[in-house]
Every structure is written in C-alpha cells, then in structure tokens.
C-alpha cells in the first residue's frame, strides 16, 4: 500500500524540479538574448564626466539594432584612436554644426548637452552616413572636435542605462 506522505514528499520533489527547470531555461534564454541585442562596456577616462564617470558601467543596444540619433551616448571603436571611446552624439548626417565663442550650435540652435565653454571654432555640415559626437567633459576629450565626424559603421551601441560600481 502507498503511503500519503510520500506521495505528497514525491509531489513536491517534482514539483521543485520543474521550478529549478523553468530556471535554468528562462537564464539560459534571457543570456542568450543578451549576447544577440545587447553588450555591456566600462567608462575609460573622464571625457563624458559628470554623466559617466571613470569605472562606470553601460548596457548598450548594439548598433546593428539601433540607430544612433542626438543626445544618445554612443560606444564607438575609433579608427583614428585605435580604441573604443564614449561619446555623445550632437549631430546626425545632413546638420550643421558651429562651435563659436565656447558655444555650440546645431541647425542654428544651441546644444544643451553641456554647459561647459567648448575650445575652438568650427562650421560644418556633416557628411551623409557620418555623426558629429562630443564628450559632456568639454575640457578632457577627444571628440569630433579633433578627429572629425565618425562614420555610421564605428559605433558599436548605443547606451541604454549605465551605473556606478
């Protein structure tokens, strides 16, 4: 004769294993995805200071399933530099960018992005397929500025929520 409570023990070791399942299975799918749609990077330097710091750690959308438009901080592997960088976009293909006076202005609006003078002066269009970027630490970054607009195809992703270790 079968004993009650031993069916009840064996009901409940079932039942914890589908939960351990239903674990793994869902971690396994959620990594998955997260291999396919998203990385992860870590701030180097304080270019985009105060908004990323040194040490800072992003979750990023990659670029092949975003596109990158104003104000998004962008991970990009620079050709130029030889390294990957952070920066903000300011400007996308077809805007004109002014750099006067420590100001500046896209489309004939000014920025917001940082309230920080801006060194030099510049008057540009920017190409098509290309992105005008900059770092909120005006005074610590290479930027657009120095190496110019970066093309479409150097940004890796594109940030979607960072915090601080």
């Known amino acids: 004769m079968i004993n009650p409570s031993d069916t009840q ?11 351990l399942l239903s674990f793994f299975v869902t971690s396994l799918i959620v990594f998955i995805l997260f291999q396919i749609f998203l990385e992860n990077m870590v701030v180097d ?74 060194k030099g002066d510049a008057s540009l269009i920017v190409p098509k397929g290309q992105i005008f970027v900059l770092g909120d630490n005006r005074g610590d970054s290479t930027d657009s500025r120095i190496i110019g607009c970066i093309s479409i195809a150097e940004v890796n992703s594109i940030l979607l929520f960072h915090f601080r270790p």
């Open 45 to 118: 330097g304080n270019s985009m200071s105060p908004t990323l710091l040194d040490g800072d750690i992003g979750i990023c959308v990659k670029s092949t399933f975003a596109t990158a438009e104003k104000g998004d901080i962008v991970n990009i592997k620079s050709s130029y530099l030889g390294e990957d960088i952070v920066k903000r976009v300011i400007a996308t293909e077809g805007d004109s960018v002014t750099i006067k006076n420590g100001v500046v202005y896209v489309n004939n609006n000014q920025e917001y992005y940082s309230s920080q003078r801006t």
């Open 9 to 19: 023990k064996y009901i409940k070791k079932r039942q914890g294993y589908k939960y």
